[in-house]
């Protein structure tokens, strides 16, 4: 499968969507939407990383399907406030790059002067 640039995954849900009447939730019903989908992908990564094993009877989920689920809504939600998620992730990397710059160690740089 070819790799999907975010404006085509963006638009692959908005055509999804765009399908049915109701289209897309209210924002605030996507935020509680979010909210679940990661006490979800937080349920899990305590099931395979944490103290808490999962019960015979509750079913096996990935968590990369739970890391799906919340992309999805997130796409959603950008989607619905005509947010390009390239843009934002470039505003996120270029304050990375800038006012975060030296915050962490560099696994190039040299430690020992």
């Not at 638009?11 to 989908?37: C, H, N, W």
């Not at 950008?78 to 696994?107: C, G, P, Y």
């Amino acid at each position: 499968m070819a790799a999907k640039s975010m404006k085509e995954l963006q638009k692959e849900v908005d055509t999804y969507i765009g399908q049915f009447k109701e289209g897309y939730f209210s924002p605030l019903a996507m935020l509680a939407r979010l909210t679940e989908e990661l006490g979800e992908l937080a349920r899990e990564i305590n099931h395979y990383y944490g103290e808490k094993p999962k019960k015979s009877s509750e079913t096996e989920k990935a968590i990369e399907e739970e890391l799906g689920d919340l992309f999805f809504v997130i796409i959603c939600l950008a989607n619905s406030l005509q947010i390009d998620l390239e843009e934002a992730h470039d505003i996120v990397m270029n304050k990375f790059n800038t006012r975060d710059k030296d915050r962490w160690t560099r696994i190039n740089q040299d430690n020992m002067g």
